[in-house]
């Protein structure tokens, strides 16, 4: 029984490497692009600049508001009509990364609330620029505290790319899809895409354990 | 002390207000190499804001403040208001260490030490950590040169804090309550370190509870009283024979709190019986 899946699922191990490449590289740049974007949220949310805190308050509140598929839809069907087109995997980063921002940005803020004042006051008090301030003495200290949410934060984006499926994306679930519809095995294939995700966020999520092991010591 | 000397630091009409409520008062003081300034007085009359005007962490309201080179004028659009690379140049200058050590956890003893002399003063790195090294012999420290500080004591800590901003070889240092958060026992250690320092005349601010300490190694003590200088003068005279009745108040009061908790040596419960006796 168990031979008879494995020549049925054989002919498409290679489409199920392809699609979790794909998977994978979107996850991968989504999580940059959400990183940037949170971090720098975070930190005009800071700013003295009015204009720059309604800004990312306005994101972060739009963001947190709306469903992902439907921001998916906004930058995919929605920005051609005003001359933005992207391919289905630029708009699919655009869109999760978009999308994870504004829940790294509200991370990192709490993260920022949590480092007491005397760390910023002891670092300037030594002449330390801003930068050198933010960039060697507080972030490194946020990252620590706000690991465990953005390893959620990861895990769930690596999941979100299956929304892209709707958008043309041929990645896991896409595929998945396609090939169900011509062997009419649901039960065994998304098993099989299940199981393949599992993977990946396992190994995200171990890793960011050793990593706290790491800093814990 | 040569008191006809320009002094190191020298401040005018200095102001600070939270809102409305008004700080400091029209500050006035000069403070010459090698001085070692006490600064009492009770919780709120603004003695820990105007030692972090010093160094300008809190930004004054008005007032002009000299010091070396510098010559500030923070009256708000005046024309030598500092610019941020001012305050910092100023600040690598001028070492201060904090009631809660704030040593930075991500860091060992020996990166917290050497951070801003390579980073901010661009010294070579290997003369940063000869220094450190030096510097952490001397506080009998050095096996704890890769340790994280959170595996130090209080007094440890404090100790590190103190040599860390010494390593940036400031002018001036200002001690914001550096013994408040310590367990009694530890005290000693980091006000033996301190009282080295004096002795070796480093010029230096600090804003104690420690009576004892104010009256046997600064040379100067102020008491701050509601935003002003109620009372200054030498040690000495200013803790034995305080002239104003708000100084001797406040004195039996944290000298009697000082006796009940034991924390006092021995040379100035004399001292703290003589005033409680007066009370």
Known sequence: MLQDWWLDFQPYVGGFAEASVVVLALSVCAIVVSWVCGLLVALTNRSPIRLLRYISGFYVWFIRGTPALVQIFIVYFGLPQIGLRMSPFVAGVVALGLNGGAYIAEIVRSGLLAIPKGQMESAQALGMSRTHMMGRIILPQVFRIILPPITNEAITMVKNTSLLSTITVVELTLYSQTIISTTFRPFEFYIATALIYLAMTTIISQGALELERRYAE | ?279
């Open chain 2, 1 to 279: 002390m040569d008191a006809s000397a320009e002094p190191l630091i020298r401040l005018r009409e200095l102001r600070k207000s939270f809102d409305s409520n008004e700080v400091l008062k029209n500050i006035a003081i000069d403070v010459h190499q090698g001085e070692v300034v006490s600064i009492i007085g009770a919780s709120g009359s603004g003695k820990s804001t105007f030692l972090r005007c010093l160094n300008v962490l809190e930004m004054p309201d008005g007032g002009r403040m000299q010091f070396e080179d510098f010559d500030f004028d923070f009256e708000p659009g005046a024309r030598n208001q500092p610019t941020p690379a001012d305050l910092r140049r100023l600040r690598a200058r001028i070492g201060m260490v904090f009631q809660s050590y704030n040593l930075w956890p991500h860091m060992t003893v020996l990166e917290n030490i050497v951070e801003a002399p390579i980073r901010v003063k661009g010294e070579p790195k290997r003369q940063a950590i000869e220094r450190a090294e030096a510097l952490l012999e001397r506080i009998g420290l050095v096996d704890k040169r890769d340790a994280r500080p959170t595996r130090l004591s209080g007094g440890q800590q404090q100790r590190v804090a103190i040599v860390r901003a010494l390593a940036m070889t400031p002018k001036l240092m200002l001690f914001d309550e550096v013994t408040s958060a310590l367990d009694p026992e530890l005290v000693g250690e980091v006000l033996a370190l301190m009282a080295a320092l004096a002795a070796e005349g480093m010029t230096m601010l600090l804003v104690t509870h420690e009576i004892a300490f104010a009256r046997d190694v600064s040379s100067r003590v102020l008491f701050f009283d509601k935003g002003v200088i109620a009372e200054e003068g030498p040690s000495g005279e200013v803790l034995r024979d305080p002239k104003s009745e708000r100084l001797r108040q406040f004195l039996k009061r944290i000298l009697h709190e000082d006796t009940l908790q034991a924390r006092l040596p021995p040379s100035l419960t004399g001292v703290a019986a003589e005033l409680l006796r007066e009370a």
